[in-house]
Nanobody, 120 residues
Framework: QRQLVESGGRSVQAGGSLRLSCAAS??????MGWFRQAPGKEREGVAV????????NYADSVKGRFTISHDNAKNTLYLQMNSLTPEDTGMYSC???????????????WGQGTQVTVSS
C-alpha cells in the first residue's frame, strides 16, 4: 500500500526552525519533494531531491534556509527549515514521482500535508 505520511508541522515564531518528515512506503520513484500552499495562494514547489544521486533543487525563496534530504534506509524524506518567516506559513505536502521538478503537475503522488504556521 502506497503511503506518504508527513509530520513535524507546528506553530513557531519567526526566526525559528522546524524539521518536517515524510515516511514513504510502497514507492519506487526516483524523485521526492516538498510543496506548500498558503491560504489564497497557489501551490508552490519548495524543494525536490533525486533519491538516486541526491541532487537537489530549491525555490529561490528558501535557498540558503531550507535543506531537503532523504534517508534511504528509513525511506523517509526530511525538510530542515531554518530562519523561518511568516511567509513560510502554509500546508506542506510531501510528493513522490518520476520528474524532479518544482512544478506541481508532474508529481504522481501526494501526502495529506502538515501545517506550518510562523508568527511574527
Amino acid at each position: 500500500q502506497r503511503q506518504l505520511v508527513e509530520s513535524g508541522g507546528r506553530s513557531v515564531q519567526a526566526g525559528g526552525s522546524l524539521r518536517l518528515s515524510c515516511a514513504a512506503s510502497g514507492y519506487t520513484t526516483d524523485c521526492m519533494g516538498w510543496f506548500r500552499q498558503a491560504p489564497g495562494k497557489e501551490r508552490e514547489g519548495v524543494a525536490v531531491i533525486n533519491i538516486q544521486d541526491s541532487s537537489t533543487n530549491y525555490a529561490d525563496s528558501v535557498k540558503g534556509r531550507f535543506t531537503i534530504s532523504h534517508d534511504n534506509a528509513k525511506n523517509t524524506l526530511y525538510l530542515q527549515m531554518n530562519s523561518l518567516t511568516p511567509e513560510d506559513t502554509g500546508m506542506y505536502s510531501c510528493v513522490a514521482g518520476y520528474f524532479c521538478e518544482l512544478v506541481a503537475k508532474v508529481w504522481a503522488y501526494w501526502g495529506q500535508g502538515t501545517q506550518v504556521t510562523v508568527s511574527s
